[in-house]
């Protein structure tokens, strides 16, 4: 069984950093995407970032491009969300999810990943 669990959320002011964490446990994820998405209140789960398991490539929605970056340690089967510069718009719940199929896109929808985590909270507030 597939298992994700974030931490890492807490609430900062506008222009602060945070970083997120995923730690995958249950299946060696080699070959597998791993990707960010966010889920505002009154808004619908939105993708924010993606990394390939193993060959490094990212992908990132325009929102966050620039100010975050994600990252991952194959030892420790974790997945990092380094979030900069963060303003009150990135307030949301943080989802980590795994795509299971091998050597997959890193694709942008919710429906393309099997695996998702509890969430972690963010909240950027003055």
């Known amino acids: 069984q597939v298992q994700l669990v974030e931490s890492g959320g807490g609430l900062v002011q506008p222009g602060d950093s945070l970083r997120l964490s995923c730690a995958a446990s249950?299946?060696?994820?080699?070959?597998?995407?791993m990707g960010w998405f966010r889920q505002a209140p009154g808004k619908e789960r939105e993708f924010v970032a993606g990394i390939s398991w193993s060959i490094r490539i990212t992908r990132y929605a325009d929102a966050v491009k620039g100010r975050f970056t994600i990252s991952r340690d194959v030892a420790k089967n974790t997945v990092y969300l380094q979030m900069n510069s963060l303003n009150p718009e990135d307030t949301a719940i943080y989802y980590c999810?795994?795509?299971?199929?091998?050597?997959?896109?890193?694709?942008?929808?919710?429906?393309?990943?099997?695996?998702w985590g509890q969430g972690t909270q963010v909240t950027v507030s003055s």
């Open positions: 999810a795994a795509d299971l199929r091998t050597n997959s896109a890193i694709l942008t929808t919710v429906s393309a990943y099997d695996y």
């Open positions: 249950g299946r060696t994820f080699s070959n597998y995407v």
